[in-house]
């Protein structure tokens, strides 16, 4: 398939790659040079705006940071909805508001275009090795024509609901993973405070009732695992600033709804507050640094 992608960072550019790898024929744009460059060393064509990745393909896809740039990308005068052909298919897997993934949605389908949400799960792990989990919002027909493309992406699709569903369902996830491991890291260091050494007593709570995502496969104290961003200064992963986003779109629902949400609500300022101290550009394990002394 002829397909666009725009936003080659953590996520888009490993995703983009495996479509490369899958035979698919990519177009690609990011902000960042550096980021274009590894997909075109991949066989991907650089073009140089993103009107330019969005016409002539029959799948556009987009992965940027948030809201505010997906709506940018897509809405106004100059927005890519002007000009993208009815034809296309156009898939958003950034993390974003449900209202904001919603609006998009409307104006594409006033314009004769289909649209999807898409965030997904998984980390950059699962991006490069193209497990991720995709978390569809949108109508039937649209997952089913985006099916093939996002398998060569991901080994799990969910269909959450219609337009902005998904993004309700990965805001939901991802409020549960801050809570996760800001609990593991709290864990762990109370562990260490008592003569234990962080390994070993990672080692007992992944076979204990204790046992979760964050302590088995992302570890967050330092040398426990290979791989990982903690064993690699805090570089690349998922930022601590998406995750205080994403915190802070849970805090949005939650409002909207008046449900109560006391972790997650602890969650944001623990990762608000690390932020503020400087780490926000550090993998979002590193808020074992706001209980340790690393
Ligand atoms: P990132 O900051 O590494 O990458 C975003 C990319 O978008 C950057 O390369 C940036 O230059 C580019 N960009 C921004 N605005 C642009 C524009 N107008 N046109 C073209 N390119 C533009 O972020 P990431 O870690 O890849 O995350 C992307 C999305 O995926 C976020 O919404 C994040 O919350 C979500 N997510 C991330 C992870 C993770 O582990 N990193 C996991 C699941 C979901």
Same mark, same amino acid.
Not at 4 to 19: D, Q, T, Y
């Given at each position: 398939? %002829?397909?666009?992608?725009?936003?080659?960072?953590?996520?888009?550019?490993?995703?983009?790659?495996?479509?490369? +790898?899958?035979?698919?024929?990519?177009?690609?744009?990011?902000?960042?040079?550096?980021?274009?460059?590894?997909?075109? *060393?991949?066989?991907? /064509?650089?073009?140089?705006?993103?009107?330019?990745?969005?016409?002539?393909? *029959?799948?556009?896809?987009?992965?940027?940071?948030?809201?505010?740039?997906?709506?940018?990308?897509?809405?106004?005068?100059?927005?890519?909805?002007?000009?993208?052909?009815?034809?296309?298919?156009?898939?958003?897997?950034?993390?974003?508001?449900? #209202?904001?993934?919603?609006?998009?949605?409307?104006? +594409?389908?006033?314009?004769?275009?289909?649209?999807?949400?898409?965030?997904?799960?998984?980390?950059?792990?699962?991006?490069?090795?193209?497990?991720?989990?995709?978390?569809?919002?949108?109508?039937?027909? +649209?997952?089913?024509?985006?099916?093939?493309?996002?398998?060569?992406?991901?080994?799990?699709?969910?269909? $959450?609901?219609?337009?902005?569903?998904?993004?309700? =369902? %990965?805001?939901?996830?991802?409020?549960?993973? +801050?809570?996760?491991? =800001?609990?593991? $890291? #709290?864990?762990?260091?109370?562990?260490? $405070?008592?003569?234990?050494?962080?390994?070993?007593?990672?080692?007992?709570?992944?076979?204990? /009732?204790?046992?979760?995502?964050?302590? #088995?496969?992302?570890?967050?104290?330092?040398?426990?695992?290979?791989?990982?961003?903690?064993?690699?200064?805090?570089?690349?992963?998922?930022?601590?600033?998406?995750?205080?986003?994403?915190?802070?779109?849970?805090?949005?629902? =939650?409002?909207?709804?008046?449900?109560?949400?006391?972790?997650?609500?602890?969650?944001?300022?623990?990762?608000?507050?690390?932020? =503020? %101290?400087?780490?926000?550009?550090?993998?979002?394990?590193?808020?074992?640094?706001?209980?340790?002394?690393?």
């Amino acid at each position: 398939m %002829k397909i666009g992608f725009i936003g080659l960072g953590h996520m888009g550019g490993p995703m983009a790659k495996n479509l490369v +790898a899958a035979g698919h024929e990519l177009k690609v744009f990011d902000l960042v040079p550096s980021a274009v460059q590894s997909l075109v *060393e991949a066989g991907a /064509s650089a073009v140089s705006t993103a009107s330019d990745a969005a016409v002539d393909v *029959e799948v556009l896809i987009s992965m940027l940071p948030a809201s505010q740039h997906v709506e940018g990308l897509y809405l106004g005068e100059s927005g890519l909805l002007g000009s993208i052909n009815q034809q296309t298919l156009v898939i958003d897997s950034s993390t974003i508001a449900p #209202e904001s993934a919603r609006k998009v949605a409307t104006a +594409a389908i006033e314009k004769g275009i289909t649209m999807i949400d898409a965030p997904v799960s998984g980390g950059t792990a699962g991006a490069a090795a193209g497990t991720l989990t995709f978390i569809v919002g949108g109508d039937n027909k +649209a997952l089913e024509r985006a099916r093939p493309v996002l398998e060569n992406m991901g080994k799990n699709i969910f269909h $959450a609901g219609d337009s902005g569903a998904g993004q309700v =369902a %990965k805001i939901c996830n991802n409020m549960m993973l +801050a809570v996760l491991m =800001a609990g593991s $890291a #709290e864990a762990i260091q109370l562990g260490v $405070a008592n003569g234990l050494d962080a390994k070993v007593l990672s080692d007992i709570m992944q076979k204990s /009732s204790g046992r979760n995502w964050a302590l #088995e496969l992302y570890n967050p104290y330092p040398g426990v695992m290979e791989s990982v961003p903690a064993s690699n200064d805090y570089q690349g992963g998922f930022g601590v600033d998406l995750m205080a986003k994403d915190l802070g779109l849970a805090m949005e629902a =939650a409002l909207q709804t008046r449900s109560s949400t006391p972790m997650g609500t602890l969650a944001r300022s623990l990762y608000a507050m690390h932020s =503020a %101290k400087g780490n926000g550009s550090l993998d979002f394990s590193s808020i074992q640094k706001l209980f340790s002394d690393l």
